[in-house]
């Protein structure tokens, strides 16, 4: 029999490898439309989506709206005006962040397998995969120097703690209620972003975070 669940985990486990992998803005974008899609899934592929009621599918159906069409579409415009379309000298280099990658994950599966917690089936491999992606999101925000990928490697790490949360709980209408709070914030935020992102292409023709410590008083 198919698992859904493992099969949608280790899709998010390659996205999560091939973002730190990648140079080119537009590829990002599109891997953090795709992997906020199957975050979205993971809940439903848990619960089994025959029991749940029609509001509660609507609920997800908007969550995955959010994720994967608007938030994307606003990276996307962003990533157009500023007109950038690759990180060329990052911090670390990508043959560097794939092995930190790899390493991410194998730590992730020796804490879950250290914390030994009684988990439901299934929600062992989604800690896993949830620890890796939390993880590899503060690494690429660390890693990298444009600010259109540091605002990427923070929805990877929102991703990540949304996995944490399915992980660790019991199926509950309230945790999504919060995660959709969170995710409407996270919204406005990368609306934000996205107009200080063309104001420093603006102001320094790049949209390098470095760039900032030219300011002064």
Known sequence: MINY????????????????????????????????????????LLEGTQHLPMGELLFFQVMILIKCIIIPGLLVLAVKRVRIKREIEPFIGYHASIVAGLVILLVSVFVTGYLKLSLPEGHNFVLVSAITTMAAGFFLMMARRKAITQVIGYLMLENG?????????????????????????????????????????????????????????
Request: aromatic letters at 6%; a negative charge; hydrophobic letters at 55%.
């Open 5 to 44: 669940t493992e099969i949608t985990i280790v899709f998010i486990l390659l996205s999560v490898l091939l973002s730190l992998s990648s140079s080119r803005l537009m590829t990002l974008v599109k891997l953090m439309a795709l992997q906020g899609g199957a975050v979205s899934l993971v809940p439903l």
């Open 161 to 217: 703690i949304y996995l944490i949360g399915t992980a660790l709980t019991n199926p509950s209408h309230t945790l999504y209620v919060v995660e959709f709070g969170v995710l409407l914030d996270l919204l406005v935020g990368v609306m934000i972003m996205g107009i200080i992102l063309h104001n420093i292409n603006s102001a320094f023709d790049d949209a390098d975070t470095t760039l900032l410590g030219r300011l002064k008083d």
